[in-house]
């Protein structure tokens, strides 16, 4: 069911250009040496260079091979040439990989010597043009927006000491502020290149392999056999599918596109309006995302700089993840009743049966993967034993997505093009956080929060939750996180939350401007299939997955929610939040099961809707909010407030019935 859905590679050159001939070639060959680099340095070979790489210059070479790639493929304006690469975009891959060499060259002395502290005059030039080059792959790849904030951040030690005291540091020169930035273990190859070098690599080959081999029309027919007949049956394919792609994709836009050009016009053609079919792919692709196995680059950075394994963020992950899925599954569900929309017939359906036998080893490689992730926990090595045997068995049981050399070759143009631009932005990013520890702003920063906010961990979270929707209007998910966990986190963690808790709060709401207006590029993405006013999707989709702006409050408060206390505490509070969400979700939509819908036409539907929405908070709502309240107590108050509320809904649904049948 999904034979027009646009591949990998397709999806990640959007914005990027077809590259043709010498471009290509030169790009597969550094795509190439760069996952036998990876693979070399995982795997501890001794391959290519008779040796393991120092990690220096593994470092060197990955971002001098990358950011080569993107300077090819991405064009430097709009009104660039877009067929091939210009003459300034070559001699800028040249110069990339020249300074790069030249590091690398001297990989011992940048060690031993501490040159990032005393680098000698050439180091110095190299360290400038680096620095210029890196701020330009990063417009390029993240656009204006990122290019503009790092860079104003990456000058901080050379304005500092002209600042407020509240946000002054300690002033470097630029020689010195350069040769940080180049050379220091905290800002172009600190912990977002570190993560993307050892850990993120693996990850973005598995992703593009499933895509490759067609995992994307299993899941999706999957969805379809299981899902389509019920009652909103396409809504329900979508955040079944989105949620299954995204949870190993790890990409909200790229979700979107591949998932998205099957469930929205299914959606449609059942009754559902355009525009809510497009904010159910939003918010499900956005969500795929936040749900273990693989939840995309942020959550692999949130692990480096927590220093846990990957597979402690994976667990925490698991019951935040699944209430989201659970409160947009309990929305479809009321819609669908409300507006009595029917699934889909059966003939029109796939077989399960003959689904699962298509298709049976991507559940296979997909239960490898999650074994070696969280009973082994070998996230670093999981991938790369994943993706071969997934290519393997897609090779001996699938004829209609076994691969010829053209698919090859289009599996590794969707490699490059994503190589480049996870590294040509985490590398950008990473200016950011060497010129908050050169300047040491991040440390005096935290007591200054603790100031403002009276030491209110509620406070400060409403602060983090502000500013990471601010900051994700105009940085990618996995900037706006590492920004908040440099300045942020530590404040949240010195009023006593849990620090699990804390980051994952962040990397919620750095996730959330998917579907938050004004930018909301997943909205976007989807309002282009759906054919709706982007905005007016962004709308959409920001009602549908309310849930979301509430979630992560509810975690930070009670840590058990990301598997941070007692089985008892996990239980209890699981079971309260789904509780409150069912209900949360309901109210949103105006029907409850059993009940029916909530006061259809009346004058005084919304104000009673809205004191069930407030119960459905408070069921959900941790006690620790609100000091001298138990959890029960909590409950009671809700109940007293909902459950005359709902008799009242159900007597009038009652009361109408014989005056539609007379």
């Given at each position: 069911m999904m034979d027009n859905c646009e591949t990998e590679s397709e999806v990640a050159n959007v914005?990027?250009?077809?590259?043709?001939g010498v471009a290509r070639s030169i790009m597969r060959i550094c795509t190439i040496l760069m996952l036998l680099l990876a693979v070399n340095q995982t795997f501890n070979l001794g391959f290519l260079v008779g040796f393991t790489l120092v990690d220096l210059r593994f470092y060197y070479a990955i971002l001098a091979l990358a950011l080569a790639s993107g300077f090819l493929l991405y064009p430097a304006t709009k009104k660039a040439p877009f067929g091939r690469p210009a003459w300034y975009d070559w001699l800028l891959a040249v110069m990339i990989v020249g300074v790069c060499a030249y590091f690398f060259a001297n990989a011992n002395n940048i060690s031993l010597r501490g040159w990032e502290m005393a680098p000698p005059e050439t180091a110095v030039w190299m360290s400038f043009i680096v620095w210029v080059l890196v701020?330009?792959?990063g417009r390029r790849a993240g656009g204006i927006p990122l290019a503009l904030i790092v860079g104003v951040m990456s000058l901080y030690p050379l304005y500092t000491e002209y600042l407020p005291t509240a946000i002054s540091g300690f002033p470097s020169p630029a020689s010195y502020t350069a040769a940080y930035h180049a050379m220091g273990s905290e800002s172009i190859l600190g912990i977002p290149l570190r993560t993307f070098a050892s850990l993120i690599i693996g990850f973005i080959v598995f992703g593009a392999a499933l895509q490759q081999t067609g995992a994307g029309a299993f899941f999706m027919n999957l969805s379809f056999a299981l899902l389509g007949k019920v009652?909103?049956?396409p809504a329900k394919v979508a955040i079944f599918s989105s949620g299954l792609m995204g949870s190993m994709s790890g990409s909200v836009i790229t979700n979107v596109l591949t998932t998205g050009v099957m469930t929205i016009p299914t959606m449609k053609r059942t009754g559902i309006r355009a525009s809510f079919a497009a904010g159910v792919e939003t918010c499900a692709s956005t969500g795929g995302t936040l749900m273990p196995p693989v939840m995309g680059a942020t959550a692999f950075v949130m692990a480096s700089f927590m220093n846990v394994p990957y597979a402690t963020v994976a667990l925490a992950a698991i019951i935040p993840s699944a209430l989201y899925f659970f409160g947009l599954f309990v929305q479809i569900d009321a819609m669908a009743a409300r507006e009595n929309i029917k699934g889909l017939p059966?003939?029109?359906?796939?077989?399960?049966g003959q689904t699962l036998k298509e298709g049976w080893y991507y559940i296979f490689v997909f239960g490898l993967l999650i074994y070696l992730l969280l009973v082994?926990?070998?996230?670093?090595?999981?991938?790369y034993y994943a993706t071969p045997l997934l290519i393997v068995l897609n090779q001996i049981f699938s004829r209609k997505h076994r691969w010829n050399w053209k698919a090859v070759g289009g599996f590794i143009d969707s490699l490059g093009a994503m190589f480049s631009n996870l590294v040509a932005i985490l590398a950008a990013v990473g200016m950011i956080v060497g010129a908050l520890s050169m300047t040491g702003v991040a440390a005096t920063l935290v007591n200054d929060l603790l100031r403002i906010a009276g030491g209110s961990p509620l406070l400060l979270l409403v602060m983090g939750a502000v500013t990471g929707l601010i900051l994700g209007v105009g940085m990618t998910a996995t900037a706006a996180y590492i920004f908040l966990a440099i300045l942020l986190a530590p404040a949240l963690v010195q009023v006593g939350l849990n620090p699990m808790a804390v980051h994952m709060f962040i990397f919620y709401w750095g996730m959330l401007s998917f579907i938050t207006p004004p930018v909301a590029l997943g909205a976007f993405a989807a309002a282009s299939i759906a054919k709706t006013p982007p905005m007016q999707t962004g709308f959409e989709a920001m009602?549908?997955?309310?849930?979301?702006?509430?979630?992560?409050?509810?975690f930070a408060f009670q840590p058990a929610l990301v598997l941070q206390g007692t089985a008892m505490e996990?239980?209890?509070?699981?079971g309260l939040a789904f509780l409150g969400i069912a209900l949360f979700a309901c109210s949103v939509q105006g029907y409850v099961p059993f009940v029916g819908a909530l006061f259809e036409h009346k004058t005084y539907a919304f104000p009673l809707r809205l004191l069930l929405f407030l119960s459905a908070i408070l069921i959900a709502l941790p006690a620790t909010i609100i000091p001298g309240w138990s959890d029960l107590d909590l409950v009671i108050v809700a109940l007293v407030v909902a459950l005359p509320i709902l008799a009242f809904a159900m007597w009038q649904?009652?009361?109408?019935?014989p005056a539609k049948v007379i």
């Open positions: 914005g990027a250009r077809k590259l043709e701020l330009e792959a009652r909103g049956g059966a003939e029109e359906l796939p077989s399960v082994m926990r070998r996230e670093a090595l999981a991938p009602r549908i997955g309310s849930v979301i702006y509430f979630i992560p409050f509810f996990t239980v209890v509070s699981s649904n009652q009361k109408s019935i």
